[in-house]
């Protein structure tokens, strides 16, 4: 018998008087409500749902709805500031949880209904991460889901991490949040390879605000090369070990066919050459392009083995450890790299104007040199 009914056949007394009585106890529950979402329980025994939902209930039977499937998809009912995350997988609720209190850190407002869409939309597309979450473009609640998404992919992203991406995510490095690099124009796995890792060593090497723009200028001038491999060679150009002058015979073409057909300019064509012949050469600088047994740069002595040098590299002491780029083959061991070219201008000039005699006018000395005169 429940309260209400015992209540009456009590006679209606004083509140007080009928919660002393001795035959008024606890009553057990109904149980919560069959709808995952909600919170309240049933109404009596005979309704599986709260009153709310017994209503939404009957609505969607007459549509010919699942009750199991409705169970799981049905919101909960609205409340002013409650969002009711129940429904959702463990790891989904965690992530939503530590996106909202990033928000909140960040004097970034979460207006319930924004959130209770997005949960919504979980709860009907059953991910089990809430990366999988589709939501209708250009609209505020795809807004919000994309800022919190960015939010938890900065959240487990390390440089380490991205690095075995083929998209990273340049807030791993400290260089934007909204910032990406994108690998996959490149279809040869040595190739993604290689420019990675000229990415990662470019990188200290830049300043300013504009880094993630500049380094991806590399990766689309890249991917006209990777495309001219595919077409012109049999293996698309996996094997490194083949790239030779043949390749670079197909690709100047290609480009400039794509420069004819109007898919490129002529400032574009020049630039492509420009990053193409800039990579090619210092990946040979760094050892990418070298056999695994031998040393990157130096394999004449053990002392500079591991060592990798630029040509944009950093100029080191005259003494350092790497031979220069124009030191001979037959060298026994490594020697100080290269004086300037201004010092080199000027021994030359030294060694010219001492075969002069010292008769002749300055001006024709001049000139002798190849230096202007006077006039």
Not at 110 to 132: A, N
Not at 191 to 209: F, N, Q, S
Not at 317 to 331: F, K, N
């Amino acid at each position: 018998m429940r309260h209400r009914e015992l209540f009456v056949k009590l006679g209606r007394p004083p509140l007080k008087e009928f919660l002393a009585h001795r035959l008024v106890r606890p009553l057990p529950g109904f149980g919560l409500c069959s709808v995952d979402a909600c919170h309240r329980h049933r109404a009596n025994g005979s309704n599986l749902c709260c009153p709310p939902h017994w209503v939404r209930w009957k609505e969607a039977q007459a549509r010919g709805v699942d009750f199991e499937q409705w169970c799981r998809t049905e919101p909960g009912t609205s409340e002013t500031t409650a969002v009711s995350l129940r429904g959702l997988p463990v790891l989904v609720t965690a992530e939503v949880l530590y996106a909202l209190q990033a928000r909140t850190d960040a004097e970034v407002k979460s207006p319930p209904i924004l959130l209770r869409g997005i949960v919504q939309h979980l709860r009907e597309q059953r991910v089990e991460q809430f990366d999988g979450v589709q939501v209708r473009r250009n609209t505020h609640l795809a807004g919000t889901a994309i800022a919190m998404r960015r939010t938890l992919a900065a959240a487990i992203s390390t440089p380490e991490l991205e690095q075995i991406k083929d998209v990273w995510n340049m807030a791993a490095f400290g260089l934007g949040q909204w910032r990406r690099l994108d690998f996959t124009p490149l279809h040869q796995e040595w190739m993604r390879r290689a420019c990675k890792t000229w990415v990662l060593d470019e990188i200290p090497r830049r300043y300013g605000k504009n880094i993630p723009n500049r380094l991806s200028e590399m990766i689309l001038c890249l991917r006209f090369l990777s495309q001219s491999m595919v077409r012109s060679r049999e293996d698309r150009g996996e094997t490194m070990a083949a790239l030779g002058r043949s390749d670079i015979e197909a690709f100047t073409p290609y480009v400039a066919h794509l420069e004819h057909t109007g898919e490129v300019s002529s400032f574009r064509r020049t630039t492509v050459f420009w990053f193409t012949g800039r990579f090619l050469r210092e990946i040979r600088d760094m050892g990418l392009t070298a056999p695994a047994s031998s040393s990157p740069i130096c394999p004449m002595t053990s002392r500079c083995a591991g060592t990798a040098c630029r040509r944009s590299s950093p100029r080191r002491d005259r003494a350092g450890p790497c031979r220069g780029r124009s030191s001979p083959s037959s060298a026994s061991g490594c020697r100080p790299w290269t004086r300037s070219a201004t010092a080199a201008r000027t021994c030359a000039t030294r060694s010219r104007s001492s075969s002069i005699p010292d008769g002749v006018p300055k001006r024709d000395r001049l000139l002798a040199l190849g230096l202007p005169g006077d006039g």
